[in-house]
């Protein structure tokens, strides 16, 4: 297993946000964690990327404890994630975008960067190949010197994925990637999350509402309800489950 959550609870003052759900995810598979608005999706991915401790219960990540991990020492470890709502910087090009979120991994000292040592230009220029690699999987390497904002919102999707991406995660958390987007699009995602799956090896978590994307691209799901866990298996049995089917589904078979 990859990422272990374990009897997980979070409460903020009165509100018990996620009450003991625990799920685990292997390595290489794409997991859904779906649910109703207010189930605790987006706080569970707060609380595995280090932005909350959960209040009882532990995470671990390739074996060793992450749980009140700082959030960008967990990034280092091999978690990123994208945003529900898009983050990009809006007057910067799509490259700029991709280039900036290498920096805190890039292999020079800021001493190098002022004196323009030779290890910091080799390092800009690896850099810069990794950036028009990722561009290229995901399509977008033709819009690099675009502004970010200018693009369709399908495709600004596609540059936050390669922002996370840059990252080098064995572990990629996407909340909501399809919000948004139009049916041909949604399609489209579903594959490149499949491409990015094998091109870059690495397991994917996903938030989403859209349930024949979900359906089309993940192995195993947990349905969270009021915070709690009210089914984890997998997505056959889930749109089957007569509990989920009441909480979430409703006339999902017409989807
Ligand atoms: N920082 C916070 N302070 C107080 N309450 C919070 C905080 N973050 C989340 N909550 C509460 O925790 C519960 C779960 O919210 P969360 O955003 O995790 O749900 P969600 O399943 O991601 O919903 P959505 O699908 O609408 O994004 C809600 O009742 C929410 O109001």
Do not use: W
């Not at 292997?26 to 595995?48: D, Q, R, V």
């Not at 671990?60 to 709502?85: L, S, Y």
């Not at 994917?204 to 309800?225: A, G, P, T, W, Y």
Request: glycine share 6%; net charge positive; aromatic share 10%.
């Amino acid at each position: 297993m990859i990422l272990e959550v374990c009897n997980i609870t979070k409460k903020f003052g009165g509100v018990t946000a996620i009450k003991d759900t625990s799920f685990n995810v292997k390595s290489k598979e794409i997991y859904g964690l779906i649910g109703p608005n207010g189930a605790g999706k987006t706080t569970m991915f707060n609380i595995i990327t280090g932005n909350y401790s959960p209040t009882e219960g532990m995470i671990k990540f390739d074996g060793k404890r992450i749980d009140g991990t700082k959030p960008h020492k967990i990034v280092h470890k091999g978690i990123a994630r994208t945003f529900q709502n898009i983050r990009l910087f809006k007057s910067m090009t799509v490259l700029d975008n991709i280039l900036i979120a290498f920096d805190y991994q890039a292999n020079y000292t800021y001493l190098e960067t002022i004196l323009r040592f030779p290890r910091f230009f080799k390092e800009e220029k690896r850099i810069k190949q990794k950036s028009f690699e990722i561009m290229e999987v995901l399509g977008i390497s033709k819009y690099a010197n675009e502004q970010a904002t200018s693009l369709s919102y399908g495709n600004q999707r596609k540059v936050e994925i390669a922002r996370a991406l840059a990252a080098s995660p064995k572990l990629l958390l996407l909340d909501e990637p399809a919000a948004g987007m139009n049916p041909n699009e949604t399609q489209e995602l579903a594959q490149l999350l499949f491409d990015i799956r094998d091109k870059f090896d690495i397991t994917i978590l996903l938030i989403e509402h859209d349930m024949k994307f979900v359906n089309h691209l993940c192995d195993r799901v947990m349905v969270l309800d009021y915070g709690k866990t009210i089914f984890e298996g997998h997505i056959e049995d889930a749109i089957k489950d007569k509990e989920v089917i009441k909480a979430y589904l409703g006339d999902f078979k017409h989807a």
